[in-house]
Protein backbone atom coordinates (compact mmCIF):
# COMPACT_ATOMS: atom_id res chain seq x y z
CA UNK A 1 0.00 0.00 0.00
CA UNK A 2 1.50 3.45 -1.16
CA UNK A 3 1.46 6.26 1.31
CA UNK A 4 -1.15 9.40 0.43
CA UNK A 5 0.27 12.86 0.06
CA UNK A 6 -0.71 13.28 3.54
CA UNK A 7 0.04 9.79 5.26
CA UNK A 8 3.47 9.81 6.82
CA UNK A 9 5.38 7.00 8.69
CA UNK A 10 3.76 8.92 12.08
CA UNK A 11 0.95 6.51 11.74
CA UNK A 12 3.18 3.44 11.88
CA UNK A 13 3.56 1.81 15.31
CA UNK A 14 7.32 1.15 16.29
CA UNK A 15 9.43 -0.45 19.42
CA UNK A 16 12.04 0.02 20.99
CA UNK A 17 14.45 -2.62 21.13
CA UNK A 18 14.44 -3.93 24.83
CA UNK A 19 18.17 -4.35 24.90
CA UNK A 20 19.24 -0.59 24.51
CA UNK A 21 23.07 -1.41 23.80
CA UNK A 22 22.25 -2.36 20.53
CA UNK A 23 19.91 0.09 19.50
CA UNK A 24 22.30 2.81 20.43
CA UNK A 25 25.86 1.12 20.09
CA UNK A 26 26.33 3.76 17.17
CA UNK A 27 26.87 6.36 20.00
CA UNK A 28 29.93 4.97 21.60
CA UNK A 29 32.03 6.29 19.21
CA UNK A 30 31.43 10.25 18.37
CA UNK A 31 32.19 9.31 14.41
CA UNK A 32 28.95 7.25 14.46
CA UNK A 33 26.69 8.64 16.65
CA UNK A 34 24.05 9.33 14.08
CA UNK A 35 20.95 10.72 15.42
CA UNK A 36 18.09 8.47 15.92
CA UNK A 37 15.15 9.40 13.78
CA UNK A 38 12.62 7.96 16.73
CA UNK A 39 11.25 10.73 19.42
CA UNK A 40 9.21 8.06 21.80
CA UNK A 41 7.18 8.99 24.72
CA UNK A 42 7.31 7.76 28.23
CA UNK A 43 6.39 4.52 28.80
CA UNK A 44 7.15 0.68 29.64
CA UNK A 45 9.95 -0.51 27.51
CA UNK A 46 7.58 -3.49 26.24
CA UNK A 47 4.95 -1.27 24.79
CA UNK A 48 4.04 -0.52 21.41
CA UNK A 49 4.56 3.35 21.29
CA UNK A 50 3.47 5.77 18.40
CA UNK A 51 7.28 7.48 17.96
CA UNK A 52 7.39 11.20 15.95
CA UNK A 53 10.07 11.64 13.22
CA UNK A 54 12.35 14.77 14.56
CA UNK A 55 11.54 16.44 11.17
CA UNK A 56 11.34 15.83 7.48
CA UNK A 57 14.68 13.62 7.56
CA UNK A 58 15.59 13.90 3.74
CA UNK A 59 14.89 17.04 1.32
CA UNK A 60 15.54 17.71 -2.33
CA UNK A 61 16.11 15.48 -4.94
CA UNK A 62 16.45 11.34 -4.47
CA UNK A 63 19.82 9.96 -5.27
CA UNK A 64 22.94 12.22 -5.02
CA UNK A 65 21.68 16.01 -4.04
CA UNK A 66 19.67 14.78 -1.52
CA UNK A 67 20.52 16.68 2.27
CA UNK A 68 20.00 15.39 5.71
CA UNK A 69 18.28 16.94 8.04
CA UNK A 70 21.06 17.87 10.13
CA UNK A 71 22.81 18.99 6.89
CA UNK A 72 22.87 22.78 8.11
CA UNK A 73 25.21 24.15 4.62
CA UNK A 74 23.49 26.92 2.87
CA UNK A 75 24.49 25.82 -0.59
CA UNK A 76 24.53 22.47 -2.55
CA UNK A 77 27.59 21.10 -3.53
CA UNK A 78 25.80 18.69 -6.35
CA UNK A 79 24.92 20.60 -10.16
CA UNK A 80 21.05 18.74 -11.00
CA UNK A 81 21.88 20.48 -14.49
CA UNK A 82 25.22 19.66 -15.27
CA UNK A 83 24.55 16.16 -12.95
CA UNK A 84 27.56 16.23 -11.58
CA UNK A 85 29.56 17.62 -8.41
CA UNK A 86 31.37 20.76 -7.84
CA UNK A 87 34.07 22.47 -5.93
CA UNK A 88 32.83 24.99 -3.80
CA UNK A 89 32.91 28.77 -4.75
CA UNK A 90 35.53 30.86 -1.85
CA UNK A 91 32.92 32.12 0.66
CA UNK A 92 31.13 28.63 0.49
CA UNK A 93 34.91 27.54 1.82
CA UNK A 94 34.89 29.94 3.74
CA UNK A 95 31.91 28.84 5.27
CA UNK A 96 33.21 24.98 5.91
CA UNK A 97 35.67 25.98 7.36
CA UNK A 98 34.03 28.23 9.71
CA UNK A 99 31.65 25.50 10.41
CA UNK A 100 34.29 22.95 10.80
CA UNK A 101 37.26 24.27 12.63
CA UNK A 102 40.82 22.82 13.23
CA UNK A 103 39.46 20.13 10.44
CA UNK A 104 41.19 18.92 7.13
CA UNK A 105 38.29 18.48 4.73
CA UNK A 106 38.59 16.67 1.30
CA UNK A 107 36.23 16.72 -1.58
CA UNK A 108 36.16 13.07 -3.02
CA UNK A 109 33.35 12.71 -4.80
CA UNK A 110 30.91 11.53 -4.64
CA UNK A 111 31.75 11.65 -0.48
CA UNK A 112 33.63 14.91 1.66
CA UNK A 113 35.78 13.57 3.87
CA UNK A 114 36.21 15.69 7.42
CA UNK A 115 39.20 14.77 9.48
CA UNK A 116 38.30 16.30 12.87
CA UNK A 117 39.10 15.44 16.50
CA UNK A 118 35.77 16.94 17.37
CA UNK A 119 32.82 15.54 14.88
CA UNK A 120 29.31 17.60 15.39
CA UNK A 121 26.32 16.50 17.17
CA UNK A 122 24.27 15.82 15.96
CA UNK A 123 26.41 14.12 13.18
CA UNK A 124 24.68 14.42 9.96
CA UNK A 125 24.74 11.97 7.41
CA UNK A 126 25.30 14.68 4.37
CA UNK A 127 26.97 18.20 3.91
CA UNK A 128 26.09 20.70 0.79
CA UNK A 129 24.12 17.61 0.09
CA UNK A 130 27.55 15.15 -0.26
CA UNK A 131 27.99 12.36 1.87
CA UNK A 132 29.86 13.28 4.57
CA UNK A 133 32.58 10.75 6.81
CA UNK A 134 34.07 12.69 9.81
CA UNK A 135 37.09 10.69 10.92
CA UNK A 136 39.72 10.78 13.14
CA UNK A 137 43.24 12.32 12.67
CA UNK A 138 45.46 9.29 11.56
CA UNK A 139 48.38 9.46 14.45
CA UNK A 140 51.55 7.87 13.30
CA UNK A 141 54.88 7.72 15.75
CA UNK A 142 55.94 10.88 14.64
CA UNK A 143 52.67 13.02 15.29
CA UNK A 144 49.80 13.26 12.97
CA UNK A 145 50.02 12.46 9.41
CA UNK A 146 50.12 14.22 6.77
CA UNK A 147 49.07 12.41 4.07
CA UNK A 148 45.55 12.77 2.70
CA UNK A 149 42.26 12.95 4.65
CA UNK A 150 41.23 9.65 3.14
CA UNK A 151 42.26 7.52 0.16
CA UNK A 152 40.28 7.79 -2.41
CA UNK A 153 41.36 4.71 -4.45
CA UNK A 154 39.10 2.02 -3.78
CA UNK A 155 41.65 -0.94 -3.32
CA UNK A 156 45.93 -0.96 -3.48
CA UNK A 157 47.16 -2.15 -6.68
CA UNK A 158 48.91 -5.08 -5.72
CA UNK A 159 50.23 -6.42 -9.57
CA UNK A 160 51.50 -4.53 -12.39
CA UNK A 161 48.59 -5.79 -14.71
CA UNK A 162 47.74 -2.34 -15.60
CA UNK A 163 49.15 -0.87 -18.94
CA UNK A 164 50.00 2.41 -18.34
CA UNK A 165 51.56 3.30 -21.71
CA UNK A 166 48.64 2.55 -23.35
CA UNK A 167 44.80 4.48 -23.52
CA UNK A 168 42.59 2.24 -25.49
CA UNK A 169 39.62 1.48 -24.02
CA UNK A 170 37.63 -1.72 -25.12
CA UNK A 171 34.51 -0.80 -24.36
CA UNK A 172 32.87 0.74 -27.70
CA UNK A 173 31.13 3.12 -25.45
CA UNK A 174 31.49 5.27 -22.23
CA UNK A 175 29.85 5.02 -18.98
CA UNK A 176 27.81 7.95 -17.92
CA UNK A 177 28.69 9.14 -14.45
CA UNK A 178 26.84 8.59 -11.35
CA UNK A 179 24.48 6.08 -13.32
CA UNK A 180 23.97 2.52 -13.36
CA UNK A 181 24.86 0.85 -17.13
CA UNK A 182 21.88 -0.17 -18.56
CA UNK A 183 21.87 -4.53 -19.01
CA UNK A 184 22.87 -4.21 -22.97
CA UNK A 185 25.72 -2.07 -21.71
CA UNK A 186 26.51 -5.00 -18.92
CA UNK A 187 25.94 -7.80 -21.00
CA UNK A 188 28.79 -5.63 -23.50
CA UNK A 189 31.20 -5.56 -20.63
CA UNK A 190 31.28 -8.78 -19.13
CA UNK A 191 31.78 -10.01 -23.05
CA UNK A 192 34.66 -7.62 -23.81
CA UNK A 193 36.08 -8.59 -20.77
CA UNK A 194 35.62 -12.21 -20.89
CA UNK A 195 37.54 -11.56 -24.23
CA UNK A 196 40.75 -10.34 -22.42
CA UNK A 197 40.80 -12.00 -19.23
CA UNK A 198 38.51 -14.49 -16.92
CA UNK A 199 36.79 -11.71 -14.58
CA UNK A 200 34.48 -13.06 -11.53
CA UNK A 201 33.17 -10.10 -9.92
CA UNK A 202 32.93 -6.58 -11.81
CA UNK A 203 32.13 -3.61 -9.46
CA UNK A 204 31.53 -0.59 -10.99
CA UNK A 205 32.21 2.89 -8.40
CA UNK A 206 32.15 5.86 -10.29
CA UNK A 207 34.65 6.54 -11.07
CA UNK A 208 36.37 3.33 -10.70
CA UNK A 209 35.90 -0.23 -12.38
CA UNK A 210 37.55 -2.96 -9.99
CA UNK A 211 37.92 -6.66 -11.91
CA UNK A 212 37.89 -9.58 -9.72
CA UNK A 213 39.89 -12.48 -11.56
CA UNK A 214 38.98 -15.81 -11.01
CA UNK A 215 42.31 -17.73 -9.34
CA UNK A 216 42.95 -20.19 -11.94
CA UNK A 217 45.22 -20.94 -14.66
CA UNK A 218 45.22 -17.91 -16.34
CA UNK A 219 48.25 -15.87 -16.06
CA UNK A 220 48.81 -11.74 -16.94
CA UNK A 221 51.74 -10.45 -18.20
CA UNK A 222 53.11 -6.96 -17.00
CA UNK A 223 51.07 -4.17 -19.16
CA UNK A 224 48.59 -6.90 -19.90
CA UNK A 225 45.31 -5.62 -18.95
CA UNK A 226 43.71 -2.26 -20.08
CA UNK A 227 43.71 0.94 -17.63
CA UNK A 228 40.63 2.67 -18.43
CA UNK A 229 37.19 0.52 -19.22
CA UNK A 230 34.51 2.73 -20.49
CA UNK A 231 35.88 5.77 -19.56
CA UNK A 232 37.02 4.96 -16.08
CA UNK A 233 40.13 4.08 -14.00
CA UNK A 234 40.47 -0.06 -14.10
CA UNK A 235 41.79 -1.80 -10.97
CA UNK A 236 42.43 -5.44 -11.32
CA UNK A 237 42.22 -7.69 -8.09
CA UNK A 238 44.27 -10.98 -8.11
CA UNK A 239 43.81 -12.68 -4.84
CA UNK A 240 41.85 -15.63 -3.25
CA UNK A 241 40.02 -13.04 -0.90
CA UNK A 242 37.39 -10.43 -2.04
CA UNK A 243 38.48 -6.93 -2.56
CA UNK A 244 36.16 -5.35 -0.26
CA UNK A 245 37.65 -7.98 2.62
CA UNK A 246 40.06 -5.64 3.43
CA UNK A 247 38.60 -2.08 3.26
CA UNK A 248 37.90 -0.51 6.84
CA UNK A 249 36.76 3.60 6.68
CA UNK A 250 40.27 5.43 7.60
CA UNK A 251 40.55 5.09 11.29
CA UNK A 252 37.29 4.77 12.32
CA UNK A 253 37.58 0.68 13.55
CA UNK A 254 39.61 1.58 16.40
CA UNK A 255 37.23 3.86 17.91
CA UNK A 256 34.51 0.82 18.05
CA UNK A 257 35.16 -0.24 21.70
CA UNK A 258 34.32 -3.82 22.75
CA UNK A 259 31.67 -3.22 24.94
CA UNK A 260 29.83 -2.57 21.10
CA UNK A 261 30.04 -6.49 20.21
CA UNK A 262 26.34 -7.19 22.01
CA UNK A 263 23.49 -8.84 20.30
CA UNK A 264 20.01 -8.30 21.18
CA UNK A 265 19.06 -11.69 22.41
CA UNK A 266 15.69 -10.57 24.19
CA UNK A 267 12.71 -12.80 23.68
CA UNK A 268 10.15 -10.50 21.89
CA UNK A 269 7.97 -13.51 21.55
CA UNK A 270 7.60 -13.55 24.84
CA UNK A 271 7.28 -9.94 25.35
CA UNK A 272 5.12 -8.91 22.57
CA UNK A 273 3.83 -12.29 21.01
CA UNK A 274 4.67 -11.38 17.81
CA UNK A 275 7.84 -11.23 16.00
CA UNK A 276 9.37 -8.37 13.49
CA UNK A 277 11.91 -7.65 11.14
CA UNK A 278 15.28 -7.07 13.15
CA UNK A 279 14.97 -9.65 15.70
CA UNK A 280 17.15 -12.17 16.54
CA UNK A 281 17.04 -15.75 14.89
CA UNK A 282 19.47 -18.60 15.18
CA UNK A 283 19.83 -21.99 13.61
CA UNK A 284 19.47 -25.42 15.86
CA UNK A 285 22.23 -27.88 16.80
CA UNK A 286 20.96 -30.55 15.45
CA UNK A 287 21.94 -30.69 11.52
CA UNK A 288 19.83 -31.74 8.46
CA UNK A 289 22.48 -35.25 8.91
CA UNK A 290 21.36 -35.80 12.58
CA UNK A 291 25.20 -34.54 14.01
CA UNK A 292 25.11 -32.00 16.39
CA UNK A 293 26.60 -28.49 15.81
CA UNK A 294 29.20 -27.29 18.02
CA UNK A 295 27.81 -23.87 17.82
CA UNK A 296 24.12 -22.48 17.15
CA UNK A 297 24.74 -19.27 14.60
CA UNK A 298 22.73 -15.98 15.21
CA UNK A 299 21.89 -13.89 12.42
CA UNK A 300 18.87 -11.11 12.13
CA UNK A 301 15.22 -12.03 10.67
CA UNK A 302 14.05 -10.50 7.44
CA UNK A 303 10.55 -9.99 6.50
CA UNK A 304 7.74 -12.06 5.53
CA UNK A 305 6.72 -12.47 2.26
CA UNK A 306 3.92 -13.25 0.06
CA UNK A 307 3.32 -15.33 -3.40
CA UNK A 308 0.56 -15.53 -5.60
CA UNK A 309 -0.14 -19.10 -4.64
CA UNK A 310 -1.22 -17.12 -0.54
CA UNK A 311 2.03 -19.02 0.67
CA UNK A 312 3.91 -17.05 3.22
CA UNK A 313 7.66 -17.34 4.11
CA UNK A 314 10.31 -15.62 6.16
CA UNK A 315 13.41 -14.43 4.64
CA UNK A 316 16.75 -15.42 6.97
CA UNK A 317 20.41 -15.70 5.42
CA UNK A 318 20.95 -18.65 3.32
CA UNK A 319 24.49 -18.35 4.28
CA UNK A 320 24.08 -18.59 8.15
CA UNK A 321 21.73 -21.75 7.79
CA UNK A 322 23.96 -23.85 6.23
CA UNK A 323 23.55 -26.76 8.29
CA UNK A 324 20.35 -27.39 8.98
CA UNK A 325 16.79 -25.67 8.60
CA UNK A 326 15.23 -25.23 12.12
CA UNK A 327 14.70 -21.59 12.79
CA UNK A 328 14.59 -20.59 16.62
CA UNK A 329 14.39 -17.43 18.33
CA UNK A 330 15.97 -15.61 20.05
CA UNK A 331 18.50 -18.57 20.58
CA UNK A 332 18.84 -22.39 20.08
CA UNK A 333 17.54 -22.83 23.64
CA UNK A 334 14.87 -20.63 22.23
CA UNK A 335 11.09 -20.93 20.79
CA UNK A 336 11.23 -23.27 17.58
CA UNK A 337 9.88 -20.66 15.06
CA UNK A 338 9.67 -22.33 11.49
CA UNK A 339 11.53 -24.45 8.94
CA UNK A 340 13.25 -23.35 5.73
CA UNK A 341 11.82 -25.06 2.81
CA UNK A 342 13.10 -23.15 -0.37
CA UNK A 343 16.25 -21.78 -0.61
CA UNK A 344 17.58 -18.62 -3.37
CA UNK A 345 21.60 -19.43 -3.05
CA UNK A 346 22.84 -17.25 -5.67
CA UNK A 347 20.66 -14.33 -3.48
CA UNK A 348 22.01 -15.61 -0.40
CA UNK A 349 18.20 -15.94 1.11
CA UNK A 350 15.99 -18.47 2.13
CA UNK A 351 12.68 -19.04 2.80
CA UNK A 352 11.34 -20.47 6.05
CA UNK A 353 7.84 -21.29 6.73
CA UNK A 354 6.81 -20.08 10.07
CA UNK A 355 5.07 -22.54 12.34
CA UNK A 356 0.90 -22.01 12.87
CA UNK A 357 1.68 -20.62 16.43
CA UNK A 358 3.96 -18.05 15.32
CA UNK A 359 3.02 -14.21 14.59
CA UNK A 360 5.01 -11.80 12.37
CA UNK A 361 4.16 -8.28 11.61
CA UNK A 362 6.14 -6.28 9.03
CA UNK A 363 4.43 -3.09 9.87
CA UNK A 364 7.41 -2.18 12.59
CA UNK A 365 10.84 -2.31 12.31
CA UNK A 366 12.67 -0.52 15.09
CA UNK A 367 13.99 2.68 13.93
CA UNK A 368 14.11 1.48 10.36
CA UNK A 369 10.78 2.42 7.88
CA UNK A 370 8.40 -0.58 7.27
CA UNK A 371 8.86 -2.52 4.29
CA UNK A 372 6.57 -2.71 1.81
CA UNK A 373 8.00 -3.96 -1.49
CA UNK A 374 10.60 -5.42 -2.98
CA UNK A 375 13.13 -3.21 -5.61
CA UNK A 376 14.42 -4.63 -8.81
CA UNK A 377 17.88 -3.68 -9.20
CA UNK A 378 17.06 -0.95 -11.93
CA UNK A 379 14.45 0.36 -9.60
CA UNK A 380 17.66 1.40 -6.99
CA UNK A 381 19.24 5.22 -8.08
CA UNK A 382 22.98 5.66 -7.01
CA UNK A 383 23.05 8.01 -4.39
CA UNK A 384 19.95 6.83 -3.05
CA UNK A 385 20.01 6.44 0.85
CA UNK A 386 18.61 3.35 3.04
CA UNK A 387 18.74 1.70 6.41
CA UNK A 388 19.14 -1.85 7.96
CA UNK A 389 18.36 -2.40 11.23
CA UNK A 390 20.34 -5.80 13.15
CA UNK A 391 19.93 -7.70 16.01
CA UNK A 392 23.95 -6.47 16.72
CA UNK A 393 24.07 -3.08 15.42
CA UNK A 394 20.90 -1.45 16.02
CA UNK A 395 20.27 1.32 12.71
CA UNK A 396 22.93 1.59 9.87
CA UNK A 397 22.59 4.19 7.12
CA UNK A 398 23.96 2.94 3.78
CA UNK A 399 24.01 4.93 0.50
CA UNK A 400 23.82 2.88 -3.25
CA UNK A 401 26.91 3.57 -4.44
CA UNK A 402 27.46 1.16 -7.18
CA UNK A 403 27.08 -2.42 -8.52
CA UNK A 404 28.59 -5.65 -8.69
CA UNK A 405 27.90 -8.38 -11.60
CA UNK A 406 29.04 -11.82 -10.76
CA UNK A 407 30.34 -13.55 -13.71
CA UNK A 408 30.10 -17.78 -13.48
CA UNK A 409 33.12 -19.80 -15.22
CA UNK A 410 32.39 -19.30 -18.74
CA UNK A 411 32.79 -22.87 -20.91
CA UNK A 412 34.87 -22.83 -24.13
CA UNK A 413 32.58 -21.56 -27.22
CA UNK A 414 29.59 -20.53 -24.99
CA UNK A 415 28.49 -17.23 -26.64
CA UNK A 416 26.30 -15.89 -23.81
CA UNK A 417 26.84 -16.01 -20.41
CA UNK A 418 23.99 -14.95 -17.51
CA UNK A 419 25.71 -13.32 -14.62
CA UNK A 420 24.12 -11.87 -10.89
CA UNK A 421 23.72 -8.64 -10.38
CA UNK A 422 24.47 -6.87 -6.86
CA UNK A 423 23.99 -3.86 -5.24
CA UNK A 424 26.96 -1.80 -3.18
CA UNK A 425 26.23 0.25 -0.44
CA UNK A 426 28.84 2.50 1.61
CA UNK A 427 28.00 1.96 5.06
CA UNK A 428 27.31 5.25 7.84
CA UNK A 429 26.97 3.12 11.48
CA UNK A 430 28.75 0.32 13.42
CA UNK A 431 29.97 -2.45 10.35
CA UNK A 432 32.97 -4.03 12.03
CA UNK A 433 34.13 -7.87 11.38
CA UNK A 434 32.54 -8.96 14.38
CA UNK A 435 28.84 -7.21 13.94
CA UNK A 436 28.35 -7.55 10.29
CA UNK A 437 27.75 -11.71 10.99
CA UNK A 438 24.83 -10.65 13.42
CA UNK A 439 23.09 -7.61 10.55
CA UNK A 440 23.10 -10.46 8.04
CA UNK A 441 19.82 -11.33 6.35
CA UNK A 442 18.65 -8.29 7.83
CA UNK A 443 16.38 -5.78 5.14
CA UNK A 444 17.70 -2.36 3.53
CA UNK A 445 14.73 -0.14 3.50
CA UNK A 446 14.47 3.17 1.97
CA UNK A 447 15.34 5.98 3.92
CA UNK A 448 14.99 9.05 1.86
CA UNK A 449 11.71 7.96 0.97
CA UNK A 450 7.92 6.94 2.01
CA UNK A 451 7.60 4.08 0.00
CA UNK A 452 9.38 1.19 2.07
CA UNK A 453 11.35 -0.27 -1.10
CA UNK A 454 13.49 -3.29 -0.32
CA UNK A 455 17.02 -3.14 -1.97
CA UNK A 456 17.90 -6.64 -0.79
CA UNK A 457 19.37 -8.47 2.73
CA UNK A 458 22.71 -7.63 3.82
CA UNK A 459 24.83 -10.22 3.18
CA UNK A 460 28.66 -8.38 3.38
CA UNK A 461 30.01 -5.56 5.14
CA UNK A 462 33.33 -4.57 6.45
CA UNK A 463 33.22 -1.12 8.10
CA UNK A 464 33.17 1.03 4.90
CA UNK A 465 31.45 -1.43 2.29
CA UNK A 466 28.39 -3.55 2.11
CA UNK A 467 26.40 -5.78 -0.50
CA UNK A 468 23.40 -7.78 -1.50
CA UNK A 469 22.38 -9.64 -4.53
CA UNK A 470 19.43 -8.21 -6.18
CA UNK A 471 15.68 -9.11 -5.80
CA UNK A 472 14.40 -10.18 -9.30
CA UNK A 473 14.73 -13.61 -9.19
CA UNK A 474 12.22 -13.49 -6.17
CA UNK A 475 9.71 -11.00 -7.81
CA UNK A 476 10.19 -13.03 -10.86
CA UNK A 477 8.92 -15.88 -8.52
CA UNK A 478 6.27 -13.81 -7.54
CA UNK A 479 7.16 -12.97 -4.08
CA UNK A 480 6.14 -10.08 -2.73
CA UNK A 481 6.02 -7.85 0.68
CA UNK A 482 2.98 -9.21 2.73
Known amino acids: MDLSPTQTLLDTPKRLRLIPEVAVSRKLSAYTNYPSPLIVPHGHPTETVNYSITGKAWTGPKGFGAKHEYDDAPFHLWDSAIIDFRLP ?8 STRFPDSRIAFRWPTISIETTTPPTPLPLTIAGV ?8 ETEHGVSPGPVQDNMPIKITNN ?6 SIDPLPFKLTKWKKPTAQQKRVIIDVLSGICNPHFIHILCPYFIVELYQDDRRYGPGSLPRRIGGYSAVYHHQATSVFEGITLHGVPRHIPPSANRQDTSDYLQAYHVLTPGVRVSSGRITNVGQWANVAVGTTAGILLRNNHGQQRLTVAHHRFLN ?3 IYHPTDSGTHIGIIDERFEHLDV ?3 KLNPSINYDNSTYFESKRPRRLL ?3 EIELGAWFTVDGMSTGMVSLRAIGITMEVPPRPARMTEIEW ?3 N ?3 GYGQINTVLRDGICGAAIVEDDTDNGGVAGFFQKGNGEWASSPCLDALIDRSWSVV
Request: aromatic share 14%; net charge negative.
Open 89 to 96: KPEERAWL
Open 424 to 426: LFD
Open 131 to 138: AVRFVPPV
Open 376 to 378: RGS
Open 350 to 352: ALA
Open 324 to 326: GDD
Open 161 to 166: YLNMRS
Open 420 to 422: SDW
